[in-house]
């Protein structure tokens, strides 16, 4: 059973989850804006996957036994000054929510809730990707400055990307 203090932590996470994906589809129309649809492509996927990771804790507290209580989300932004920000940004945002991951590890051992500390493993090793990707596409588009044709040829590359659906449970 879990205490009162994790239900909190955890309805407020599914928050939290569910503002990445308003901020990544969000940013996906951006791009769309400026005619870079690969960018707004991976995007996509990554809003995806943040509604599914918001359905991961939903289940879990579902599974619990535990009351659902949904938040207001914020408003994201809706303007950047260039892809590279726009990605910066993304970066800032996942490091956030590794640090509310983190936190959450923190309550399950503070609280002894070894259910919940193992479910969140999960979320510990796809934060360590998540950072990972991003930096990527931040580092080519480093490299890439003003380049019009290097632009053009990571946009491509990341309209190949797919949503791979994992167990939402």
């Known amino acids: 059973m879990l205490q009162q203090k994790m239900i909190d932590a955890l309805n407020k996470q599914i928050n939290e989850e569910m503002y990445s994906a308003y901020l990544y589809l969000s940013m996906s129309s951006w791009f769309e804006s400026i005619g870079l649809k690969g960018f707004a492509n991976w995007m996509k996927v990554q809003f995806q996957e943040e509604m599914e990771h918001a359905m991961k804790f939903y289940n879990y507290l579902l599974a619990q036994g535990a009351e659902i209580k949904l ?15 726009a990605l910066e940004d993304t970066l800032k945002h996942e490091q956030h929510i590794t640090s509310r991951i983190n936190e959450l590890v923190d309550l399950s051992e503070e609280l002894k809730d070894r259910a919940t500390y193992n479910f969140l493993q999960w979320f510990i090793d796809e934060q360590v990707e998540e950072e990972a990707n991003v930096r990527e596409i931040i580092d080519n588009l ?19 990307r797919q949503f791979q659906p994992q167990n939402a449970e």
Request: net charge negative; charged share 20%; hydrophobic share 35%.
């Open 142 to 160: 480093k490299l890439i400055n003003d380049n019009t044709n290097g632009l053009f040829l990571l946009d491509r590359e990341l309209g190949t």
């Open 71 to 85: 938040l207001a989300i914020e408003q994201p932004p809706n303007k950047w000054n260039s892809p590279l920000h």
